[in-house]
């Protein structure tokens, strides 16, 4: 598995948790939005970080911190993420991870072998236009399953859309909250062109204003 990065200590990546957070190197999508391009686009990439190293100092910090996040990149994309996974859970962490739920194969099995204790899935945009907003064509098909199966997981787990004019209208907004029927907890993030993003050309897009964002959160957030 590669690893591009690793944030020692982290108070706001994990929910109600102290904990430390790996980035995975390489991912599936294209979204023209996504603030980790370093991450995504192979040619950006640095050498990997050690996992053994990685490793060490998490058995180092066992008394301070008490979660691990796995973000990207996307981490599912990787076959060894499992085993990876196994080695920081049998060092008394909770992991959460954060994924595009475009490989519920994959997700299936961190469920089912108990490698996971927190979900964190983006919903790109709608369904009807998930081809613009991940930058690839998406069996849609795959998005639905995994949304299912975190809903029926029984771990603690949040859904969330960054919000990008050119991909999310109201309407799409509505169809998201169709298509997450039954979810306990679903969040918007703001969008900023302030970082550095995949597509330049979106540096000129306008962002939703302050007063727009807190409308949206206040109709379409939900936190059961």
Request: charged share 25%.
């Amino acid at each position: 598995m590669r690893i591009g990065g690793f944030q020692k200590f982290s108070l706001i990546d994990y929910p109600q948790k102290v904990a430390a957070v790996i980035f995975t190197q390489g991912c599936d999508f294209r979204c023209p939005f996504c603030h980790n391009p370093d991450l995504v686009l192979p040619e950006r990439f640095l050498p990997p970080v050690d996992q053994e190293e990685i490793l060490k100092f998490l058995r180092k910090r066992q008394d301070q911190l008490t979660g691990v996040v796995v973000t990207g990149g996307e981490p599912t994309i990787h076959a060894d993420l499992p085993e990876f996974l196994a080695k920081i859970k049998e060092l008394g962490f909770a992991v959460k991870l954060d994924t595009n739920g475009n490989n519920p194969k994959a997700l299936k099995r961190l469920i089912n072998n108990r490698l996971v204790d927190y979900i964190a899935m983006d919903i790109k945009t709608s369904l009807g236009r998930y081809r613009e907003a991940a930058g690839i064509d998406v069996d849609v098909s795959h998005i639905q399953e995994s949304i299912r199966m975190i809903i029926n997981s029984g771990l603690d787990y949040h859904f969330r859309t960054t919000l990008v004019c050119k991909f999310i209208s109201n309407n799409d907004l509505q169809d998201i909250i169709n298509s997450l029927k039954g979810a306990k907890k679903y969040f918007l993030q703001t969008f900023s062109t302030k970082t550095p993003i995949l597509d330049s050309l979106l540096k000129d897009a306008r962002p939703y204003t302050e007063e727009e964002f807190q409308a949206l959160q206040e109709r379409w957030e939900k936190n059961v």
